[in-house]
């Protein structure tokens, strides 16, 4: 069974940073593209930050300059280092792979992240 598992989460002050880490595990053949998600209390779930199999990346407006996604192929792990966080940053980050060349996403559970002003 493959799972996605995020770690890193927590409270951090606005100005700070954190580092979010998701390993995907189980019968894994191939990892294609991965991503970062976030939803905010009251919000819609919205994209942060995405990176290819050969790693083009792509960010949300509102993360550019300030995050920065990365992976480990080797080690089916992807990244989200977080800088220069705002209050506004305050989510629940979600992890989401294409694996195996399925038709569907797998996602984590979340990781929730709090900045505090």
């Known amino acids: 069974q493959v799972q996605l598992v995020e770690s890193g989460g927590g409270l951090v002050q606005a100005g700070g940073s954190l580092r979010l880490s998701c390993v995907a595990s189980g019968n894994i053949v191939s990892t294609e593209a991965m991503a970062w998600y976030r939803q905010a209390p009251g919000k819609q779930r919205e994209l942060v930050a995405n990176i290819t199999d050969g790693g083009s990346t792509t960010y949300a407006d509102s993360v550019k300059g300030r995050f920065t996604i990365s992976r480990d192929n080797a080690k089916n792990t992807v990244f989200l280092q977080m800088n220069m966080v705002k209050a506004e940053d305050t989510a629940v980050y979600y992890c989401?792979?294409?694996?195996?060349?399925?038709?569907?996403?797998?996602w984590g559970r979340g990781t929730q992240v709090t900045v505090s002003s």
């Open positions: 989401v792979a294409d694996l195996n060349f399925t038709p569907w996403p797998y």
